[in-house]
């Protein structure tokens, strides 16, 4: 959180140990980035290549927000382990109208209660081939572009999509970027 603050009032990070401290106030983009190391670790082909794009960038720009836009290699990699590891395994909804289901024999009534199983959208091998193979290839534009909008569902869609997605992303994005800037990370001899 100090560091998004930071981020904000003086649009850079500065390169002080009392500031880089990564323990995020939320759950989830700690989850995230905590699963993303795990699969960094046992990938280090990946965990290069995302090493060699934060370098890339920061020998350029400070940490701003407009340099972590220019990591897409970094974007791929949150949004693999947000589909490996989505932040709620289901969403639930009420309908709000009656509905017919297009391209279905199912009416649904108002106040009928929806479970979207997300973790079984994103690990469907007829949607993600191979489904349980960390890939932040998956994210490349035309993989994407072939994807269903509804498909890919870490913090919902629509009108009803979690405020805090950016948020949660930057958060990550700040907190990987500061430790692999640093680091390399590898698993321990017990880790699975």
């Known amino acids: 959180m100090n560091l998004l603050i930071q981020l904000m ?21 700690t989850a995230t980035a905590t699963f993303a190391l795990y699969e960094l670790a046992h990938h280090r082909d990946i965990q290069d290549k995302v090493h060699k794009e934060i370098d890339e960038t920061l020998t350029k720009h400070d940490l701003t927000y407009d340099a972590m836009n220019e990591m897409p290699y970094l974007t791929k990699v949150i949004n693999e382990t947000l589909r490996k590891y989505p932040p709620l395994p289901m969403l639930n909804h009420i ?27 994103h690990w469907d091998p007829s949607i993600y081939p191979d489904s349980d193979k960390f890939d932040p290839e998956r994210f490349n ?8 909008p509804y498909a890919y569902l870490p913090f919902g869609e629509g009108p009803r999509i979690c405020i805090g997605a950016r948020f949660g992303h930057v958060q990550t994005k700040v907190g990987l970027v500061s430790l692999l800037f640093k680091y390399k990370f590898k698993p321990h001899s017990q880790t699975a």
Request: net charge neutral.
């Open 95 to 121: 309908c709000t109208k009656n509905i017919n289901l297009p391209t279905t024999n199912i009416h649904l009534p108002k106040g009928t209660s929806i479970f979207i199983p997300i973790l079984r959208l």
């Open 141 to 148: 534009a035309d993989e994407k572009a072939r994807m269903h």
């Open 9 to 29: 009032e003086k649009g850079y990070v500065d390169d002080d140990k009392k500031t880089t401290d990564v323990t995020s106030g939320f759950e989830t983009s």
